[in-house]
């Protein structure tokens, strides 16, 4: 199309040339306006222009600039009878439309008309589009049609499998609800019998989607998917395109085969499923890489390779004079060893995984899981034979076998195989060679999945060692199955508390709440645990530098059980608010009302320390705490040790064991992060059964609640159709409906310029109804910039009743997104969850200069700066025309006021500011060139991070204007 076009060509060619962001967005700039007049000129344009004009917006596109017009265009050339014209047509509309726009109804005719069309070609773009865009307008106009290309036996190979292409796209924006009809699936599973095999590969993707949305519909197609992975495995293909080695047919449909089996159940009828065993069978005894080990040419290679590794190390043993390096040894070593051909290996490999992933499926046959167990256990096996180390080094056939494993650990008869390759397993988690986390991870999973009674003690020792050096981005699941399996599995819960003190001591950064929550429902359950926990958590408390954790385990163990060891002379109460009181300085608030707890405790258990305790409590440091929860608390506890010794004893008396029903939320969390992970990969899950169906029905009967009382739904709403206006406001209403009404009152720079108090109201509309269960949880997406807290909120709500809670805010460096508030409550039996941005902008923490700059101070500082990555340039368009008055005044309100007499145009304005954080303060100058509707927003700030997200912001307020 380039060599076509002259004019493209010359464009891609200065672009190429261009030097600088400047220079590139200069020209850019200049070809865009003169598009845009030819454009607008009444003289018609020839088709040869009008497609040189729209591959240039194409090209411009790609390279990231926004594209606002010739859109019109493009679909007038889709209704071209020239190809070429037709295909930039299409080009345009596949990359820039969305199935939002408002000419898709134009362009869903065109696409219809095409596809209908006699001229294959044609057709294709069309079935081009509809995959790239999908969408409800254009399964509207070419849905029916698409069904019948696809059942018609006349549509040929290559246009077949663009349909089935397309079909996907809309099935998964659930636009095709007609392919449930039993002639869709006839026609499924004709194809899937007698396909050609780039029609199969297509076809195979659409089965796979359509079994995940409707299994009930499609399982009638497991007998003929069977048939035809017996075909491939069994008999082989006659193209010779499709044997990537021997034995090895068409791997990448077997594996889509293998996954459209895995949504169904084993088969019933036994010749379906003694034909499934066979392929299965046959799949899990391919040989290839004995194949290539043991033809001639290789074998030779082997012992030319093993001769020359025994000669360099029996020199390094003999020699040990002329300094060799042995590393730099290994790995020329490691580098001559002949290799398999690793595309051979990775297809053979990918339709053994893929059959592995269905036995654990399936579930049923013993020989065939415990053949898989010791296949993948030699596939992580560094001492195996030559082939299999070779592929044991490779680190993405290391996390495939030991996903299977782990999947396979959970297995009914593949238990005790794998957990004969559990020191294999342990091994890649001790070896430095093996640095990939996400390989580390799955060696993990299947450790856990294999862990039981008689491995748990080694399991759990080897898991510390490796937590010491794992990578940051996996310590807290290695945290969180140490603490399931110590718990699950102990028998002697000492060996428990212990194991879970020395976490702390080791991860203590990734011990999460609910691991020492839980060990401290086990200590207190437990009596025979307790004088053992109180001992070890002193001396743990002894070192000066023990984690924040530790000290809150610490505290609370000896606030209830501190008497257990006061006997010893190393341990008396006085030495015991000692080593309290020593980490007190070093924690956070939340950790210190905490200590406060313990201390008033202390005093309730041993008398003789309530006067120490008095001046504790009296000191300025707690008294007048500027912390109101400590200074409340500080009170409050000074006048309770002065009680009567009945109430103290009342509210003091130790705490009551925990209900054995309420288990460790760790595995919750767990489960939660797995799901998380998995949904980051992108995972193929299947989903839940669509409403109305039986298996929908199951599903809804075994989630049912028990009690009647219980919530039968819960909704989510958010704040967004209220958060706008606290760009210029700073009290409102955050969200509201009849019944509930939710408001804020802020006040920023209270005590300090990087400080803000929010003030959220709720409030109950309704005459009768309460809102119940209420909780909160405030988080923030960057949790280093902003620091929050909290205060408690009543669980009920009355009817004209209304609630406060007070949240601290602390900024301590440039943050981009607000924090957010997760109200949850139950109103009328139905939870509503409430997700609400909170008004924590940048803009609120911006601080006027002492004194206005002048226009030779402001270029100065200007270009003192420099450009990129401290300059920031965004081009936003306004809802109205703004004057540089109006614009000036809304500056105003959003705390950048416009210092005057800067640029020399007028209507351009120029600001500067200071954004305060608690850890140092950053300057920022602005420039806004203002013409009708469209700001160009160029923002300069020392800080790398800071400047766009200035500019963010301020167009985000500009394009309400």
Same mark, same amino acid.
């Given at each position: 199309?380039?060599?076509?076009?002259?004019?493209?060509?010359?464009?891609?060619?200065?672009?190429?040339?261009?030097?600088?962001?400047?220079?590139?967005?200069?020209?850019?700039?200049?070809?865009?306006?003169?598009?845009?007049?030819?454009?607008?000129?009444?003289?018609?344009?020839?088709?040869?222009?009008?497609?040189?004009?729209?591959?240039?917006?194409?090209?411009?596109?790609?390279?990231?600039?926004?594209?606002?017009?010739?859109?019109?265009?493009?679909?007038?050339?889709?209704?071209? @009878?020239?190809?070429?014209?037709?295909?930039?047509?299409?080009?345009?509309?596949?990359?820039?439309?969305?199935?939002?726009?408002?000419?898709?109804?134009? @362009?869903?005719?065109?696409?219809?008309?095409?596809?209908?069309?006699?001229?294959?070609?044609?057709?294709?773009?069309?079935?081009?589009?509809?995959?790239?865009?999908?969408?409800?307008?254009?399964?509207?106009?070419?849905?029916?049609?698409?069904?019948?290309?696809?059942?018609?036996?006349?549509?040929?190979?290559?246009?077949?499998?663009?349909?089935? $292409?397309?079909?996907?796209?809309?099935?998964?924006?659930?636009?095709?609800?007609?392919?449930?009809?039993?002639?869709?699936?006839?026609?499924?599973?004709?194809?899937?019998?007698?396909?050609?095999?780039?029609?199969?590969?297509?076809?195979?993707?659409?089965?796979?989607?359509?079994?995940?949305?409707?299994?009930?519909?499609?399982?009638?197609?497991?007998?003929?998917?069977?048939?035809?992975?017996?075909?491939?495995? $069994?008999?082989?293909?006659?193209?010779?395109?499709?044997?990537?080695?021997?034995?090895?047919?068409?791997?990448?449909?077997?594996?889509?085969?293998?996954?459209?089996?895995?949504?169904?159940?084993?088969?019933?009828?036994?010749?379906?499923?003694?034909?499934?065993?066979?392929?299965?069978?046959?799949?899990?005894?391919?040989?290839?890489?004995?194949?290539?080990?043991?033809?001639?040419?290789?074998?030779?290679?082997?012992?030319?390779?093993?001769?020359?590794?025994?000669?360099?190390?029996?020199?390094?043993?003999?020699?040990?004079?002329?300094?060799?390096?042995?590393?730099?040894?290994?790995?020329?070593?490691?580098?001559?060893?002949?290799?398999?051909?690793?595309?051979?290996?990775?297809?053979?490999?990918?339709?053994?995984?893929?059959?592995?992933?269905?036995?654990?499926?399936?579930?049923?046959?013993?020989?065939?899981?415990?053949?898989?167990?010791?296949?993948?256990?030699?596939?992580?096996?560094?001492?195996?034979?030559?082939?299999?180390?070779?592929?044991?080094?490779?680190?993405?056939?290391?996390?495939?076998?030991?996903?299977?494993?782990?999947?396979?650990?959970?297995?009914?008869?593949?238990?005790?195989?794998?957990?004969?390759?559990?020191?294999?397993?342990?091994?890649?988690?001790?070896?430095?060679?093996?640095?990939?986390?996400?390989?580390?991870?799955?060696?993990?999973?299947?450790?856990?999945?294999?862990?039981?009674?008689?491995?748990?003690?080694?399991?759990?020792?080897?898991?510390?060692?490796?937590?010491?050096?794992?990578?940051?981005?996996?310590?807290?699941?290695? @945290?969180?199955?140490?603490?399931?399996?110590?718990?699950?599995?102990?028998?002697?819960?000492?060996?428990?508390?212990?194991?879970?003190?020395?976490?702390?001591?080791?991860?203590?950064?990734?011990?999460?709440?609910?691991?020492?929550?839980?060990?401290?429902?086990?200590?207190?359950?437990?009596?025979?645990?307790?004088?053992?926990?109180?001992?070890?958590?002193?001396?743990?408390?002894?070192?000066?530098?023990?984690?924040?954790?530790?000290?809150?385990?610490?505290?609370?163990?000896?606030?209830?059980?501190?008497?257990?060891?006061?006997?010893?002379?190393?341990?008396?109460?006085?030495?015991?608010?000692?080593?309290?009181?020593?980490?007190?300085?070093?924690?956070?608030?939340?950790?210190?009302?905490?200590?406060?707890?313990?201390?008033?405790?202390?005093?309730?258990?041993?008398?003789?320390?309530?006067?120490?305790?008095?001046?504790?409590?009296?000191?300025?440091?707690?008294?007048?705490?500027?912390?109101?929860?400590?200074?409340?608390?500080?009170?409050?506890?000074?006048?309770?040790?002065?009680?009567?010794?009945?109430?103290?004893?009342?509210?003091?008396?130790?705490?009551?064991?925990?209900?054995?029903?309420?288990?460790?939320?760790?595995?919750?969390?767990?489960?939660?992060?797995?799901?998380?992970?998995?949904?980051?990969?992108?995972?193929?899950?299947?989903?839940?059964?669509?409403?109305?169906?039986?298996?929908?029905?199951?599903?809804?009967?075994?989630?049912?609640?028990?009690?009647?009382?219980?919530?039968?739904?819960?909704?989510?709403?958010?704040?967004?159709?209220?958060?706008?206006?606290?760009?210029?406001?700073?009290?409102?209403?955050?969200?509201?409906?009849?019944?509930?009404?939710?408001?804020?009152?802020?006040?920023?720079?209270?005590?300090?310029?990087?400080?803000?108090?929010?003030?959220?109201?709720?409030?109950?509309?309704?005459?009768?109804?309460?809102?119940?269960?209420?909780?909160?949880?405030?988080?923030?997406?960057?949790?280093?910039?902003?620091?929050?807290?909290?205060?408690?909120?009543?669980?009920?709500?009355?009817?004209?009743?209304?609630?406060?809670?007070?949240?601290?805010?602390?900024?301590?460096?440039?943050?981009?997104?607000?924090?957010? $508030?997760?109200?949850?409550?139950?109103?009328?039996?139905?939870?509503?969850?409430?997700?609400?941005?909170?008004?924590?902008?940048?803009?609120?923490?911006?601080?006027?200069?002492?004194?206005?700059?002048?226009?030779?101070?402001?270029?100065?500082?200007?270009?003192?700066?420099?450009?990129?990555?401290?300059?920031?340039?965004?081009?936003?368009?306004?809802?109205?025309?703004?004057?540089?008055?109006?614009?000036?005044?809304?500056?105003?309100?959003?705390?950048?006021?416009?210092?005057?007499?800067?640029?020399?145009?007028?209507?351009?304005?120029?600001?500067?500011?200071?954004?305060?954080?608690?850890?140092?303060?950053?300057?920022?100058?602005?420039?806004?060139?203002?013409?009708?509707?469209?700001?160009?927003?160029?923002?300069?700030?020392?800080?790398?991070?800071?400047?766009?997200?200035?500019?963010?912001?301020?167009?985000?307020?500009?394009?309400?204007?």
């Amino acid at each position: 199309m380039v060599k076509e076009m002259r004019g493209l060509g010359l464009f891609i060619q200065d672009i190429r040339n261009c030097k600088s962001v400047e220079a590139e967005l200069k020209r850019i700039n200049k070809e865009m306006a003169n598009i845009r007049q030819k454009f607008g000129a009444k003289k018609s344009l020839s088709g040869y222009d009008l497609k040189k004009y729209v591959s240039k917006l194409v090209f411009t596109f790609l390279l990231g600039h926004e594209i606002e017009f010739g859109h019109e265009e493009a679909v007038q050339l889709m209704r071209s @009878v020239k190809f070429s014209e037709k295909q930039a047509g299409y080009l345009f509309v596949s990359v820039l439309f969305t199935d939002s726009h408002e000419l898709m109804g134009k @362009v869903g005719e065109v696409v219809a008309m095409d596809i209908k069309s006699d001229k294959q070609l044609e057709c294709c773009l069309a079935l081009h589009c509809i995959a790239n865009i999908g969408g409800k307008i254009l399964a509207e106009c070419v849905g029916p049609v698409l069904g019948k290309l696809f059942k018609s036996k006349d549509t040929p190979p290559f246009v077949k499998k663009k349909v089935a $292409l397309a079909l996907l796209k809309l099935l998964r924006e659930g636009s095709v609800q007609y392919l449930t009809k039993p002639e869709y699936v006839k026609a499924m599973s004709q194809v899937l019998q007698r396909a050609e095999y780039g029609v199969l590969t297509s076809a195979t993707s659409l089965a796979i989607a359509l079994g995940l949305r409707y299994p009930e519909e499609y399982e009638p197609c497991v007998p003929d998917v069977v048939t035809m992975l017996h075909r491939l495995v $069994l008999k082989g293909v006659d193209n010779d395109e499709y044997m990537y080695a021997k034995n090895v047919t068409a791997p990448w449909i077997c594996v889509k085969l293998l996954r459209f089996l895995q949504i169904f159940p084993p088969p019933s009828d036994e010749a379906v499923l003694e034909r499934l065993s066979a392929a299965v069978a046959a799949i899990m005894n391919l040989k290839p890489l004995k194949l290539w080990s043991s033809s001639e040419g290789v074998k030779d290679a082997i012992v030319r390779w093993r001769a020359y590794a025994n000669k360099e190390r029996n020199q390094l043993e003999a020699f040990p004079e002329r300094n060799i390096n042995p590393k730099r040894m290994e790995r020329e070593i490691a580098r001559r060893k002949p290799k398999p051909p690793q595309k051979k290996m990775n297809a053979c490999l990918a339709v053994c995984f893929e059959a592995s992933n269905l036995i654990c499926h399936y579930d049923n046959d013993k020989e065939r899981q415990e053949h898989a167990a010791a296949l993948m256990g030699k596939l992580i096996d560094p001492a195996a034979e030559v082939h299999s180390a070779t592929l044991s080094e490779n680190p993405n056939v290391r996390f495939l076998a030991l996903e299977s494993l782990a999947s396979l650990a959970q297995t009914t008869y593949a238990r005790e195989e794998v957990k004969k390759h559990l020191p294999e397993v342990l091994a890649s988690l001790k070896s430095d060679g093996d640095s990939d986390p996400t390989v580390h991870r799955k060696a993990v999973d299947v450790l856990y999945n294999a862990c039981d009674n008689e491995t748990v003690v080694t399991v759990v020792k080897d898991l510390l060692v490796f937590l010491k050096k794992s990578d940051y981005s996996i310590r807290e699941e290695v @945290v969180l199955k140490i603490a399931i399996l110590a718990e699950k599995y102990a028998t002697d819960f000492t060996w428990y508390v212990n194991i879970i003190l020395t976490l702390i001591k080791v991860a203590g950064d990734h011990v999460t709440d609910e691991v020492w929550h839980r060990v401290l429902q086990i200590i207190v359950g437990r009596p025979e645990v307790q004088d053992h926990a109180a001992r070890t958590c002193f001396e743990a408390l002894l070192d000066p530098t023990c984690h924040e954790a530790m000290v809150k385990v610490g505290a609370y163990v000896l606030g209830e059980f501190g008497h257990l060891i006061a006997n010893d002379p190393a341990c008396v109460p006085e030495k015991q608010l000692d080593v309290l009181q020593r980490h007190y300085p070093m924690v956070s608030s939340e950790t210190r009302g905490l200590l406060l707890s313990t201390y008033v405790k202390q005093g309730n258990l041993f008398p003789e320390m309530k006067g120490a305790l008095d001046a504790v409590f009296a000191s300025s440091n707690l008294a007048k705490s500027s912390n109101a929860e400590i200074q409340q608390r500080a009170n409050e506890y000074r006048h309770l040790l002065r009680a009567s010794n009945e109430l103290v004893n009342t509210v003091l008396d130790e705490m009551p064991p925990f209900s054995e029903k309420e288990s460790s939320s760790a595995l919750a969390k767990l489960e939660k992060s797995k799901a998380a992970a998995q949904d980051a990969v992108g995972r193929a899950k299947r989903p839940k059964a669509p409403p109305g169906s039986a298996a929908a029905a199951a599903a809804a009967a075994a989630a049912a609640p028990k009690s009647t009382s219980a919530p039968t739904s819960e909704t989510a709403v958010n704040n967004d159709a209220f958060f706008d206006k606290f760009m210029l406001m700073d009290n409102g209403v955050l969200y509201e409906n009849p019944v509930l009404q939710i408001g804020c009152k802020a006040v920023y720079g209270d005590p300090s310029a990087s400080r803000a108090k929010v003030t959220i109201f709720y409030g109950n509309r309704s005459e009768s109804d309460v809102f119940t269960d209420i909780t909160t949880r405030l988080y923030a997406e960057d949790e280093v910039a902003l620091k929050l807290h909290a205060a408690d909120v009543d669980t009920t709500l009355k009817p004209a009743v209304q609630l406060q809670q007070v949240i601290q805010c602390d900024v301590t460096a440039p943050f981009s997104s607000p924090p957010m $508030l997760e109200c949850a409550l139950t109103f009328q039996n139905r939870r509503i969850k409430v997700n609400m941005k909170l008004p924590i902008l940048p803009n609120k923490f911006y601080t006027p200069l002492p004194a206005p700059l002048d226009a030779a101070a402001f270029g100065g500082k200007w270009q003192q700066i420099g450009g990129p990555p401290r300059e920031f340039v965004q081009v936003v368009t306004t809802k109205s025309v703004q004057t540089p008055e109006s614009l000036k005044a809304k500056l105003a309100t959003y705390k950048l006021p416009v210092t005057e007499n800067i640029d020399p145009n007028p209507q351009n304005c120029a600001c500067a500011t200071v954004w305060t954080t608690s850890t140092g303060v950053i300057g920022v100058l602005v420039r806004i060139e203002l013409k009708d509707q469209a700001c160009r927003v160029t923002v300069r700030a020392p800080n790398d991070t800071a400047a766009p997200i200035v500019a963010a912001a301020l167009c985000a307020m500009l394009a309400l204007c």
